[in-house]
C-alpha cells in the first residue's frame, strides 16, 4: 500500500497551489479520503475529506471557500486545490485513507508534502 503525495512548494500569500496523493496497493474508490495537516510546532489538523459513496465534501472552517478536495477513481488520485493562501496554511499536508468495517477500522498516510506560504 502506498500514498505518495506531491506538488507541495513555496509560494506567497494569495497564490494557489495543487497537491495530490497518488494511490496504490488498495481498493482507492472503496475508501473515504481525507487531508490532514500539521504545522511547525503543532498537532494534526483535519482539513478536509471526501467520501466514497457519493463523493460528499467537508471542510474544515479554517479553509472552507478557499480549498476545494477532489478524487478520480479512475487514477487512484486525490487532490486538493488551495486558493487564496495564507501564512497559516504552512505546513505538511498528509493524504489520509480510512475504511470502517463493523469491529474494525483500516487506515493508511501517506509521508507528507510540504506547503510553505511566505510573505
Known amino acids: 500500500v502506498q500514498l505518495v503525495e506531491a506538488g507541495g512548494g513555496l509560494v506567497q500569500p494569495g497564490e494557489s497551489l495543487r497537491v495530490s496523493c497518488a494511490a496504490s496497493g488498495f481498493t482507492f474508490s472503496t475508501y473515504d479520503m481525507s487531508w490532514v495537516r500539521q504545522a511547525p510546532g503543532k498537532g494534526l489538523e483535519w482539513v478536509s475529506s471526501i467520501y466514497s459513496g457519493g463523493g460528499t465534501t467537508v471542510y474544515a472552517d479554517s479553509v472552507k471557500g478557499r480549498f476545494t478536495i477532489s478524487r478520480d477513481n479512475a487514477k487512484k488520485t486525490l487532490y486538493l486545490q488551495m486558493n487564496s493562501l495564507k501564512p497559516e496554511d504552512t505546513a505538511v499536508y498528509y493524504c489520509?485513507?480510512?475504511?470502517?468495517?463493523?469491529?474494525?477500522?483500516?487506515?493508511?498516510w501517506g509521508q507528507g508534502t510540504q506547503v510553505t506560504v511566505f510573505s
Open positions: 489520509h485513507a480510512d475504511q470502517l468495517y463493523p469491529g474494525r477500522r483500516i487506515e493508511y
